[in-house]
């Protein structure tokens, strides 16, 4: 079972269980939605202490360094409303991704309530495959891998650079500011090599003027064909 599943699995078992849920979220989950440029986002959340007797929060812990949060009381009464505030660092953060929130309480029944965020960063720019592969001793053949622009703006490669010097690399553009297709090839897979060829871009977006895509050369698996 996946992260995700099983955090909605517990939330919904958790509700489902009389007496247990005191603190809960007028929503499932905390849906997160920053513009791909944004460093940083700030949330506030709603929720209810549907219990009959006061909840008091003792601690909150993030399960990610890139999440903080407060809520505006420490003691709920029954019935009352609170709110929650919260900022996340995207840094490089891209697509979907599944955080939590952890609330200690002095209710024995609900000594840790878990609040989940979903964070949701447009991507703009995407590099497939990421990692190009060879086998130690196989055959040294031009592999590609495509630079896709999929955000409003264009953006222009406007350089490659290799880690190693093991490898020979050239790229050519398709269509302009949208699709550029990279050829990389190693001059010899004797030896185990793991490198990198970073990407420079015009995108005004600070994270998007580097880019990074992989390539090995590995020892086959024994039984592999």
């Given at each position: 079972?996946?992260?995700?599943?099983?955090?909605?699995?517990?939330?919904?078992?958790?509700?489902?269980?009389?007496?247990?849920?005191?603190?809960?979220?007028?929503?499932?989950?905390?849906?997160?939605?920053?513009?791909?440029?944004?460093?940083?986002?700030?949330?506030?959340?709603?929720?209810?202490?549907?219990?009959?007797?006061?909840?008091?929060?003792?601690?909150?812990?993030?399960?990610?360094?890139?999440?903080?949060?407060?809520?505006?009381?420490?003691?709920?009464?029954?019935?009352?409303?609170?709110?929650?505030?919260?900022?996340?660092?995207?840094?490089?953060?891209?697509?979907?991704?599944?955080?939590?929130?952890?609330?200690?309480?002095?209710?024995?029944?609900?000594?840790?309530?878990?609040?989940?965020?979903?964070?949701?960063?447009?991507?703009?720019l995407r590099i497939e495959p990421k990692t190009l592969q060879w086998?130690?001793?196989?055959?040294?053949?031009?592999?590609?891998?495509?630079?896709?622009?999929?955000?409003?703006?264009?953006?222009?490669?406007?350089?490659?650079?290799?880690?190693?010097?093991?490898?020979?690399?050239?790229?050519?553009?398709?269509?302009?500011?949208?699709?550029?297709?990279?050829?990389?090839?190693?001059?010899?897979?004797?030896?185990?090599?793991?490198?990198?060829?970073?990407?420079?871009?015009?995108?005004?977006?600070?994270?998007?003027?580097?880019?990074?895509?992989?390539?090995?050369?590995?020892?086959?698996?024994?039984?592999?064909?």
């Amino acid at each position: 079972m996946n992260r995700p599943r099983a955090l909605t699995l517990l939330l919904a078992l958790a509700a489902a269980t009389p007496g247990a849920a005191e603190l809960s979220l007028d929503t499932a989950v905390v849906e997160v939605n920053p513009r791909p440029e944004d460093e940083t986002v700030e949330v506030t959340f709603s929720f209810t202490n549907k219990g009959a007797k006061p909840v008091r929060v003792l601690n909150l812990e993030s399960a990610c360094s890139c999440l903080r949060a407060d809520l505006d009381k420490a003691v709920y009464q029954p019935g009352e409303k609170g709110a929650g505030h919260a900022v996340f660092k995207v840094s490089t953060f891209v697509g979907v991704h599944e955080k939590t929130l952890h609330v200690q309480t002095d209710d024995p029944d609900q000594a840790e309530w878990v609040v989940p965020f979903r964070l949701t960063v447009p991507e703009i720019l995407r590099i497939e495959p990421k990692t190009l592969q060879w086998w130690v001793g196989g055959e040294a053949l031009a592999q590609t891998t495509r630079v896709t622009v999929t955000g409003d703006d264009p953006i222009r490669i406007t350089g490659i650079t290799s880690t190693r010097e093991n490898v020979e690399f050239s790229w050519r553009e398709i269509q302009p500011g949208r699709e550029y297709e990279v050829s990389v090839r190693p001059k010899s897979t004797e030896e185990v090599m793991l490198g990198a060829l970073r990407i420079e871009t015009d995108s005004r977006i600070p994270k998007y003027r580097r880019q990074m895509a992989f390539f090995s050369v590995y020892r086959k698996p024994e039984g592999q064909p």
